[in-house]
């Protein structure tokens, strides 16, 4: 009987295991190390979009391609890369990247985006006062500050701030202050700031922020902010802005700045975005006067030029002093408000029409000619969403994302709190938690748990390392330790309901699995080809040297001549540089004589050209001696080659970037045949076969 019993169990097992079989077969197998058909399919189709992605030939090239992969994250596991701290570190590192996404409420974050998008129709311009104080201010800080910009709020409405109003002022000061001293100092600096009062207009916000402000740059701009739009202020800022009509002055908006009053100057509809081109003149604003007045002259210079009807991108490339633009006409990104110095974006937008440019504008900078390109108007959600988003992410209103997570994380797990425990060790904890020195070993006899979350209990000797973990040293404070246990009592929790979400993720998401295993053998891959590949190319110089002697005729320069290119502004100043550079003048005292009274008279490029290097050198017979009077556009070129180089192998300096770059694929392909020799690999022909079908 027990004999039928097992025959009929094996019997099943054997159906069962076949069945499995049969569902994702066996593709590979390295050394014992099975791959399924799921996996490398998946992979070949993600890294494959081509249209014969069901080609035998394509499926058994990237089969090779795969198995090469396979063993070397094989060989990184044999040399046990994946218990190394550095390694653990740097997954962890991915890992909480990666699982961001799935800590914060998908459904919050959303309406978040969507309000961000419907914020960026209008452009709101502001002015600001504010009174610092840090997200962790001392409660008689914040009371003060509250007090001072409250006066301060009252005086721009024009309310008269009788002795009633101030002793509602001082007796909420006083709540939070424990010396007559300390108390009778803040209550003195409210009243010195009433008498502002005698000094300025009441309704100039201006005035009074020059005097009031703490924003450093309110003494220069009187608290204006200019125009600005959605995710370009601290989140609180930005909403209560854009609560405000034109003219309005907000109540008292708290930020990790401080206190903040905000009149709204202006609300207009979205500017969009434009795109530009611009020559720049650089010069410092501190410059000496006579470099300022040589960037002058040279953009007064192109800019009459411009009006004398050469074209702008000619200008550019051949003027501007901004590296990263000239080279392709002074075209820059496209911009919206706000993104620009001010200087620079009010002339922009003021460009009636595409094709319009501007007279010299001054920036910071230097100096600037802009030319529109075109213009567009916001752009559809759609399009924006996904930028919109990822800014959101990096905002402060993320928290609110988080929050409402924290919140669905409790309910979901099941989160039990013990409140008697968690008062117990927060009424235990002394003023060693003021002073930064607290130690949980003080606390060891509290082992209770604090609350539960799924399957995890937490105690109050977790809970007390926590604090040690976290606090920060507090001189001055007035917070009872019991005060500052609390705040870190709900900072603990909202921790630790991420914590125990993020541990759940390879479990809840299959996608969030196979992404972290991607990770973890790709950095596996990268270390051990770095140790075995790249950086052993660039250490390694005997090998280096002897595989450049091996393969020098790979490496040849082609044809080359040595030559200065003179560009000059019209024919006469060309036949001048011809008269110099026979009477044997060098292109230095050339340029300095030629361009002294004007800095564009002559350009000069200096160097070794091979074909394709340079259009102009491409087209001419390449013979020593002057070759000159080439038209480029209103220009003249003159062209003095110096020498003509035959073909030879490039010195190994010369071309080390390519060398190394060979060398690498050379030990690559050595190192993959020996872990083909060290590794058995078998791969099921039957189910590479279905591959793509």
Known sequence: MKKFVLLVLSCFLLIRSNAVAQTDPIILTIDGDSITRSEFDRVYRKNNNRSDIGDPAAVNEYMQLF??????????????????ESFINELNGYRKQLAQPYLTDKDVSEELVKEAYERMKTEVRASQILIKVSSDALPRDTAEAYARIMIIRDHLLGKTISSGRLSEYENLVRKVFKTDSLMNERISSLKNLLKLKSSINSSSFEEMAKLASEDPSAADNSGDLGYFTS????????????????GEISMPVRTKFGYHIIRCTDIRPASGEIHVAHIMVKVAPNAPDSVQQQAKLKIDEIYNKLKAGEKFEDLAMQYSDDRGSSQNGGVLP????GR???EFEKEAFSLAKDGDYSAPVRTSYGWHIIKRLEKRALASFDDKKNEIKNQ??????????????????????????????KDELINALDTSVIHGDFKAESLSRLN?????????????HDFAYFIESRQTKRTGSASTPQAIGYSMYDDYVNNMCLAYEESQLENKYPEFRILMNEYRDGILLFDLTDRMVWSKAVKDSAGLLEFYKANKSNYMWGDRCKAIIYTCQNKAIAGKVKKMIKKGVGPDKIAADINEKSKLNVSINEGTFSKGDNEIIDGINWEKGIVSDINKGNQVIVIDILDVLKPMPKSLDEAKGLITSDYQNYLEQEWIDSLRSK???????????????
Do not use: C, H
């Open 340 to 342: 620009m110095v001010a």
């Open 392 to 421: 959101v992410q990096r905002d402060s209103r993320s928290e609110m994302s988080k929050s409402s997570m924290i919140e669905r994380i409790k309910k979901e797990y099941n989160f039990k709190e013990f409140v008697k425990s």
């Open 448 to 460: 209770k748990p604090v609350f539960s979350l799924g399957k995890k209990v937490y105690s109050q």
């Open 679 to 693: 590794y058995k690999v078998q791969i099921n022909e039957a189910v590479l076969k279905t591959i793509g079908k």
């Open 231 to 246: 995710l370009m202020m601290v989140y609180p800022f930005e909403s209560a802005a854009y609560k405000l009509k034109p």
């Open 334 to 337: 496209w911009f919206g408000t």
């Open 67 to 84: 198995i090469n992969y396979k063993l070397k994250v094989k060989e990184a596991e044999a040399q046990k890369l994946d218990t190394a």
